[in-house]
């Protein structure tokens, strides 16, 4: 079945260090790929987000290129703040049956210091 | 509207018991998702609603779990017996019909604790 991996954490920045978290993921079709964030004591947000091949979602300062032929939707950020700290979630959309069944990675923990 | 909301947000149950769970959607939505998230992992998807029509429901975990939204409004979600592995965040999603722009929101989840 499909699935998404990413890299474990946690990731430990200096504010305004640059920001990459890895994602790959394995998909029969053409899924849609998402990045969503869970900040402490709060539900998963959506971060952004791309729909087809080579499109770049974008979002808070954050990006991620869809690449079909890495199979990957790598999170980045160019300079992070602390505020920034959280759960960070890769995942895609299963299939093309018409609904949003997400596939999640297991999650990456960003901790940002001043 | 403030989004999707979840009760109780924390439940302690013993092992056997029978546990209830409530996810009231963004009102317009029709689309409502249930997923398990256990402890260092992502979600998992369980379970889907078009309106009261539950369209997938081959993801739930064990045939001690069932899911209902008799009038296309909130949900519950039951687990039945409970058992130690069932301790997890329990999230609940809703979205309009998708389409490419559609998005999810996630509520805040019900975290289970079985002792």
């Known amino acids: 079945g499909d699935s998404v991996t990413q890299m474990e954490g946690p990731v430990t920045l200096s504010e305004e260090a640059f920001l990459t978290i890895n994602c790959t993921y394995t998909?029969?079709?053409?899924?849609?790929l998402f990045w969503y964030v869970q900040y402490p004591g709060e539900g998963l947000q959506l971060l952004l987000k791309?729909?087809?091949?080579?499109d770049k979602g974008s979002n808070k300062g954050f990006e991620a290129t869809y690449r079909k032929e890495t199979t990957s939707f790598h999170l980045e950020k160019g300079s992070v703040q602390v505020s920034d700290s959280a759960v960070y979630f890769c995942?895609?959309?299963?299939?093309?049956?018409?609904?949003?069944?997400?596939?999640f990675g297991t999650g990456t923990r960003l901790l940002v210091s001043p | 509207d403030t989004g999707v909301s979840q009760n109780p947000r924390h439940k302690i149950t013993k092992r056997g018991q029978n546990v209830t769970f409530r996810c009231d959607p963004i009102?317009?939505?029709?689309?409502l998702y249930w997923y398990r998230q256990t402890l260092g992992q992502g979600p998992e998807f369980l379970t889907y609603?078009?309106?009261?029509?539950?369209?997938?429901k081959s993801r739930l975990l064990s045939d001690r779990f069932s899911a209902e939204r008799p009038k296309g409004s909130f949900s519950t979600l039951e687990i039945q017996r409970t058992e130690q592995g069932d301790s997890a965040m329990y999230l609940c999603?809703?979205?309009?019909?998708?389409?490419?722009?559609?998005?999810?929101?996630f509520g805040q989840g019900t975290r289970l604790t079985v002792v």
């Open positions: 999603a809703s979205s309009l019909d998708p389409t490419e722009n559609t998005e999810a929101f």
């Open positions: 998909a029969t079709g053409y899924p849609s």
């Open positions: 791309a729909t087809k091949a080579d």
């Open positions: 995942a895609l959309s299963e299939g093309n049956t018409g609904f949003q069944k997400l596939v």
């Open positions: 009102s317009e939505h029709n689309r």
């Open positions: 609603f078009q309106n009261e029509a539950q369209l997938e």
